[in-house]
């Protein structure tokens, strides 16, 4: 699909379509849809900046690619006066007292955001199920789960209501949704974005990235987000991706993970499109090599283990005592507990546990020290299959979206189901959803700062498979 | 307070256990066996101390101030009303 932004601004700057006009159409969308994909819609913020581009427009003044865009963010990010939930009991009626670096730089081109979205509760899930604003349906097929934890985001895009959102990636989040909504998303290179204003999550892994319809779209939104922020000490300088570099590819090789493929938990499916969109890809004469990689359960086990130790520590400070909704009891100790326990999903509670558990005296060691190790081996992995191929192909999931309500039953299975996803966050690389290949798409990996790289194959892919 | 603290007094959640489903995953890594520990990589994200940046006061702005308080769980007659506080 070419760029939806592109697209839109041309629209606007020719006058063809009003800002105010586009806005307030996404915004009735948003309001009667029945995916479950709102919590809370920023009608007057929208309105009230879709004006003030139309009063430019009207008075001949250019305006930016952005400016006037309508766009969609998880309700992870703060966003300065707007509601801020993570989809949880707690911060249900938080309000946002600043806003994220990267929403910033968004608003600073002039995009307009129009709704928080749905999502896993502080990330917790990989279906959008995780949350008190009701299970995200699959936009494709509304019986099934959207994905997660960016289930809104992907499902907003998919159906059009936002032109693009933004979706923060743990082990998967907007990759994963991405797939089972047939999109693109992009988790960019750890630190590329800054996650000043992010919720954290998991901060060794936590990624800011953009989810949208075409290359050229997440290629703008990229450029526009990227750069070192002094607000995030592990943000990095980056350089801009021309529309032009990833035009032409030249690629030689390019590499898949054998084990992935192998695996007794794929589907046949998905196994015999992922292999028939190699066989496109050897007959246009690159090269494709079967690499070695570490077993699924070691990878997610590695992640979970990780990511639980992260949690467990960063939601220690949501206590209700300056924010949140605090459930007085008898002493401070007491209303810590009875205002975390009554406040947190079930899902996330069981991550906090286990978080808790790896890091407490006896455990570390065994458990936490491990994964760390584990972690430095999976990284030292990806450095040596860099040396070999240019890219890494991968599904996107073992298999296809479940129906809503199977995954809240079956915990160990959900987070098997990000097998494929999670050692990519473990190494901070770069990683794109492509809504090819396979049901479910295919994720195109680069080495460590190499974006661009991802971005010229997945055009490549467009006009290969 | 007793020297063995569990998992609900460590996470302060009230009678939380530790589950099957996350005990499975933790077994994984138990059994694991890491070729080499020598890397030790686990600092790589780490910020140099003369990269750190300026430890400079910002004031927040009027609005910023307004949320916080509007973010507050509990107030009375003006004032912010903390949790009681009872020394064990």
Redesign the interface.
Known sequence: MESQIKKIHQQLVSKQITCTTLVQEKLDLLKQNKYNSVNSLLDTLALNLASKVDAKIANNEEIGLLEGIPFGIKDVYMLQGTYTTASSKLLKNYKSAYTASAIQKLLDAGAIPIVKENCDSFGHGSSSENTIFGAVKNAINPELVAGGSSGGSAVNVAKEYTVFSIGGDTGGSIRQPAGYNHIYGLKPTYGRISRYGLMAYASSTDCVGPLAKSVEDIRILLNVMSGKDPKDQTSITSTEISEKAILNNNIKTIGYFKNFIESEAIDPKIKADFLTSIEKIKATGIKVKALDFFKSDILVSTYYTLAMAETASNLSRLDGTNYGNRIEAENLIETYAVTRSENFSEETKRRIVGGNQVLSQGFSDEIYLKGLALRDQISENFKKDFEEVDIILSPVTPSTPPKIGESLKDPHAMYLSDAYTVGFSLGQLPTLTVPQGTATGLQITAAKNNDELVLKFANFLKETI | MSKI?T??V?????????????N???D???N?H????S????N??C?SVN???EDVVVE?SA??KQ??L?????KKNGYLV?????E?
């Open positions: 603290m998992v609900d460590l996470s302060s959640i009230k009678g939380a256990q530790p589950s099957e489903a996350v499975k995953l933790f994984v890594i138990k694991a890491p070729t080499d520990n890397l030790n990589n686990v790589y994200n910020v990269n750190l940046r927040s609005m910023e949320i916080i509007e973010n507050f769980p509990n903390v949790a009681k506080v009872i064990d």
